[in-house]
């Protein structure tokens, strides 16, 4: 019962702006220059069913999967390895730092030079953006575990690689978790980012192509259902990581 009057409080502030932009575009009050929310509701609809809005949601998605994948495959094995090794850490800590505060817009033109306005593009710039939360977040959860851990595995004369496999990532998984789903987020995000000027095609390329033929509602419909994406998209992880990850990702 509670958990349902909070779902109900959580979507009064948004359908109230909704009904209040609604009511000020139909009273004319300056907000003229603005679609109102049915135009957008309609547009949206429209975009749907000839189905440009679909396929643009697919390859945005699809693009932030594939980006992830290749995150999770790369940043975790990364970041353990800095967590565990100090000479690695040293060797690399410099590195990291230079490239982690480059903004991942500013790597763009570059990616185009290399691959051409391509998927190639998409996919370069948001890995390099959206792969430190993985390497950090592994990093951090290895360097934060009690000392006992490791006398555990020393204890129990396991080698190196099994210790590593059953008693030292186990324990960090949170941590690594959370990076997870950072980098997830970020891959959605820089996504659309990247369609925008380096990739024509996706959420990014429709969003922009709608606002250089001055279609509004059309333009509010692609910002719609970019937020829409991503709430499904972290709730759907959220589910996920409930469903088959429990024992593991809650505290305990």
């Known amino acids: 019962m509670m958990r349902t009057f909070s779902r109900t409080l959580a979507w009064l502030l948004p359908l109230a702006l909704v009904a209040a932009w609604q009511l000020a575009a139909m009273a004319h009050t300056g907000l003229d220059m603005l679609p109102a929310p049915v ?3 309609s547009s949206l609809l429209d975009t749907v069913s000839d189905g440009s809005l679909p396929a643009d949601t697919l390859h945005t998605l699809g693009a932030a999967l594939a980006s992830w994948a290749i995150c ?4 975790i094995p990364l970041g353990i390895a800095l967590g565990c090794s100090r000479k690695l850490r040293a060797a690399l ?3 990291i730092e230079l490239l982690r505060p480059l903004p991942a817009v500013a790597l ?3 990616a185009v030079l290399v691959f051409g306005f391509s998927w190639k593009t998409e996919i370069t710039v948001t890995v390099f953006a959206s792969i430190w939360p993985l390497i950090l977040g592994s990093r951090s959860g290895i360097q934060r575990l009690h000392p006992r851990m490791f006398e555990v595995a020393a204890t ?3 080698g190196r690689w099994h210790a590593l496999r059953c008693v030292v990532t186990p324990a960090a998984f949170r941590q690594i978790l959370v ?3 950072l980098s ?3 891959c959605l995000v820089v996504s659309v980012v990247t369609e925008m000027v380096g990739n024509p095609a996706g959420l990014g390329w429709g969003l922009v192509s709608a606002q250089e033929a001055m279609r509004a509602s059309e333009t509010f419909a692609y910002l719609v259902a970019i937020g829409v994406l991503g709430v499904c998209a972290n709730q759907a992880l959220d589910l996920a990581v409930r469903r088959l990850l429990s024992g593991l990702a809650q505290p305990h």
């Open 179 to 181: 990076g997870a789903r």
């Open 184 to 186: 997830f987020s970020l």
């Open 93 to 95: 800590s410099l590195f």
């Open 72 to 75: 999770l495959v790369t940043g």
């Open 108 to 110: 763009i033109p570059l």
């Open 39 to 41: 135009q957008i509701g």
């Open 156 to 158: 129990l004369h396991l």
